[in-house]
């Protein structure tokens, strides 16, 4: 099975930028999560997607949305960047049927906000 | 909201040493879950706990589920090069409350 397919791999920004990250999931995943990872601040949850539905949502502003397509494909997207928003981004992907703790990561995306 | 405190933060090591990291929480979880990543990579599941008292081996890898469901361990016995990495672990709530709470990684460096 391929894995989970993150694009781009690299992104440059300048702030008030938009970006939109694109995620794959695993094949049969219906399931997808977003994580934010900094070296402050470790991994932290953005949200969850399953059956094209946010089912759950972390504590980052309105500025970080997400969608997930019919096929379980998932975007990420973030606007009015601003410098903090520089970091490393993490889709992740479970079966997802039920509420399913075992996620498989993609490479990520690394955004840098100049 | 939950916190996860794991320690040491970094440990440089000779190959061959065993290794040995933990992570505690405030909160109960009903599962604990260990990552590692590897440089410019995504984490990748190495072990899962379910139950308190657990003790669970993958190859080289053991790791336990603390009785009190608030802590949880992870050893590596006999290191080499390519345990490098950052080890995370991560606790889960379960219930509509969906997410992991990552601890902040432990930076492991064998010398060869």
């Known amino acids: 099975k391929a894995g989970v397919t993150q694009t781009p791999r690299y992104l440059i920004k300048t702030r008030g930028q938009q970006v939109t990250l694109s995620c794959s999931p695993i094949?049969?995943?219906?399931?997808v999560s977003w994580y934010q990872q900094t070296p402050g601040q470790g991994l932290q949850f953005l949200f969850e997607y399953f059956s094209e539905t946010q089912r759950n949502k972390g504590n980052f502003p309105g500025r970080f949305s997400g969608r997930q397509f019919s096929n379980s494909r998932s975007e990420m997207n973030v606007s009015t960047l601003e410098l903090g928003d520089s970091a490393l981004y993490l889709c992740?992907?479970?079966?997802?049927?039920?509420?399913?703790?075992?996620?498989?990561f993609g490479s990520g995306t690394q955004l840098s906000v100049l | 909201g939950q916190q996860l405190n794991q320690s040491p933060q970094s440990m440089f090591i000779q190959e061959g040493e065993d290794v040995s990291m933990n992570c505690t929480s405030s909160s109960i979880f009903n599962t604990w879950l260990w990552y590692k990543q590897d440089p410019g990579e995504g984490p990748v599941l190495l072990i899962a706990?379910?139950?308190?008292?657990e003790l669970t081996s993958n190859g080289r890898l053991t790791a336990q589920f603390g009785i009190t469901r608030k802590d949880s361990f992870l050893n590596i016995s006999a290191s080499i090069p390519s345990d490098v990495g950052i080890y995370f672990c991560a606790g889960f709530s379960g219930g509509s409350n969906y997410k992991l709470t990552f601890g902040k990684g432990t930076l492991l460096t064998v010398n060869p």
């Open positions: 992740a992907s479970s079966p997802g049927t039920v509420i399913n703790e075992k996620l498989f």
């Open positions: 094949s049969g995943h219906r399931s």
């Open positions: 706990l379910y139950k308190a008292g």
